[in-house]
DNA sequence: ACAGTCCGTGGACGCGATCGACCTGAGCCT
DNA sequence: AGGCTCAGGTCGATCGCGTCCACGGACTGT
């Protein structure tokens, strides 16, 4: 993972379709190099996938929603975490520091979708409590930052 | 935007550089016309842009952060969001229902640096309080979820 | 000094991206 | 009804890219 590696990174978070030669002519390596350095990347577990970020409401996800979550004591937050993971709206899922257990992002397409993913969130073995924030506007999101060199 | 554009939006979505031969098999099309509808779903703002999703510690950003911010009041919103606009470490930006006007997805490299931005946070005009929770890990992030067909 | 390893380059070749010409069906006007 | 127009597709051709391979130079340890 050296500066070349950095850079690669940087530009695939930037634009994720650049083609391997026009890598190379940015890095200044040929495009054999570039080819095999991403693979590495890709098989090392630095890159994990390549997603097309699409706007929300264009696929009808209109409703965003961000909700914490209270685990009952003595719940098993394994499998609390596996009843999350089979529900499709639930985007990203933190595990937290303090009295919430939980961070979850959700996209639906309404508020009666909304309401319905929180009802089955309470009803889910382990769940104490909800507290759902809903969001208004999404001003960015996953913006990538300039990469800087990994902890020594 | 019919079944065949959310199919291809599904499978950039899953994997962003799918080639266009490649798509045009899914789909059953051909690959100029497969060519010619993404084009139209980027410039039609449906695609917004391809990332590489990386795993953030080995680009050095091991911490995560999710900071809820209250503005003071008659603070400007517009402003406050400029000044945020220009912090890298924010990744994603909410506007939100509720006392806290925003929420905040940060990644830095270490707890030093999140007290320094907190720090900052709290020093921008506008903000009147910050309140952070700390993600012990992530689970899982900007996970695609089925695409269903827009509100009709 | 020598041999092994790592990481790069250059060449070759087949496939994919992309352009232009043409085709077809739907909707509309006369 | 018949014909125009347009949107959106296929086909064919060309050119550049992805990818495999053989080869070469720098570094390292013995």
Redesign the pocket.
Known sequence: M?A?DLSLVELLRGNAR???????RQV??????????V??LESGGVIRAYRAEVEPETIGLGVTALIGIVEDSGADTDDVLEAFRVMPEIESCYFMAGVESFLLKARVGTIAELEQLIVRLNRTAGVASTRTSIALSTKWENRPQPVSPPPA
Chains 1, 2 share one sequence.
């Open positions: 050296d070349i650049l083609s391997y030669a026009e890598l190379a200044g390596l040929s495009a054999p190099a570039v080819h095999e350095r693979g590495k």
